[in-house]
């Protein structure tokens, strides 16, 4: 008699911890892949509502997290990084944003962009495009021709060297 009552403690004790055991599961993560999902366009993990999720269920869905959490990290980087150069060619040329694509990545906060691949992608199309931009403004506003330019920069060195010798025989008066 003493075994059968142990086994149905034993029982209550395993449903009680699966209970438990789901209910924090979907407690503590579900917000976190909710917002992960969102920005990374992606769809949720999907785990019966119904039925309590095993272990293994559990590893799965928390693998699901941390793969989440570092493709948004990587494309996270990756816009910052584009985003940053962009502004920084933009400012330069002095080129303002005319697509709608262009003015969120300008204007807009980093955290409504949506990390898509496609879009991360769409970026660095952008960068390119404004790179090529500023090739030809260097060139249009550099006046000395290729083949003068260690001419000038011979002639521009014996100004300096005669600038130096006329300052320090000024001193020296």
Request: hydrophobic share 35%; glycine share 2%; proline share 4%.
């Amino acid at each position: 008699m003493g075994v059968c009552s142990d086994n149905k403690v034993q029982i209550s004790h395993d449903q009680g911890q699966t209970q438990t055991r789901a209910l924090l599961t979907k407690v503590q993560t579900e917000p976190k892949e909710r917002d992960l999902c969102n920005i990374l366009c992606t769809p949720l993990f999907q785990i019966d509502s119904n039925a309590v999720p095993s272990l293994e269920d559990l590893d799965h869905y928390k693998w699901h997290l941390a793969s989440l959490t570092a493709k948004k990290e990587k494309r996270h980087k990756e816009f910052l990084a584009a985003k940053q150069q962009i502004l920084l060619l933009m400012e330069e040329l002095g080129h303002d944003p005319e697509s709608s694509f262009e003015l969120d990545v300008v204007y807009e906060s980093e955290e409504p962009f949506c990390l898509l691949a496609d879009n991360i992608t769409a970026l660095q199309t952008l960068l390119q495009q404004v790179c090529g931009h500023m090739e030809p403004a260097l060139r249009s506003c550099c006046c000395i021709p290729e083949e003068d330019y260690m001419e000038t920069l011979l002639e521009l060195h014996d100004t300096e060297v005669q600038m130096k010798n006329y300052y320090e025989t000024q001193r020296s008066v």
